[in-house]
């Protein structure tokens, strides 16, 4: 099974603990994985759910956690022949922006305008826009998008973090985070 934790959140409300007997494999992808989420499926299902990463340009799959190689709050090591790089980002302090190439990252882009010219990736290294971290062993923890981060006074601000310290603070509301424009300070929150 993949899904979303907000798809595997909501099965889980209304599933038997028999309804999943025969999986033998739930991956999680396109959001972080809530880890009330993990925990429903571990104790109601006995299932583990692994995390994977990818985006549609890399048809889809960059990352995953398996059964033998798996770690908690990462998204799994990069799969078998693909290459990546770090671009280093003005205050972020560790990890960088991920770019990768190889087999299964799309040939490029077709212009809307010039729908027979396609545009490929800058020596094939394609820009996921997201910052990430890789640890001692291969594994991608991911930090942030590049656009979902403010620069304040020169300082990188999560605008997920924010958004999270608000829904803890006053979890009955809704809350988005955005940025304005601040001649002084770069960017408001």
């Given at each position: ?51 994977g990463y ?10 995953a956690n ?111 985070a955005t ?11």
């Amino acid at each position: 099974l993949f899904a979303t934790s907000t798809f595997l959140g909501n099965y889980a409300k209304f599933a038997h603990p028999y309804d999943f007997y025969k999986l033998r494999l739930v991956v999680a992808g396109a959001e972080k994985l809530n880890e009330e989420v993990r925990k429903v499926y571990s104790e109601k299902f006995g299932i583990r759910v692994l995390e994977g990463y990818g985006s549609t340009e890399c048809a889809p799959v960059l990352s995953a956690n398996t059964l033998m190689a798996n770690r908690n709050g990462s998204v799994g090591q990069f799969v078998p022949g693909l290459d990546y790089k770090l671009e280093p980002v003005p205050g972020i302090e560790s990890g960088g922006l991920l770019y990768v190439r190889g087999e299964n990252v799309m040939l490029g882009y077709y212009l809307f305008d010039q729908p027979a010219q396609l545009v490929a990736p800058e020596a094939g290294w394609y820009n996921t826009g997201d910052i990430v971290e890789i640890d001692h062993d291969g594994f991608i923890h991911i930090k942030g998008r590049v656009k979902r981060f403010a620069k304040v006074a020169g300082e990188m601000v999560s605008l997920e973090l924010v958004e999270k310290i608000a829904n803890t603070a006053a979890p009955e509301h809704q809350h988005a985070a955005t940025t304005q424009v601040d001649v002084q300070r770069g960017e408001n929150i």
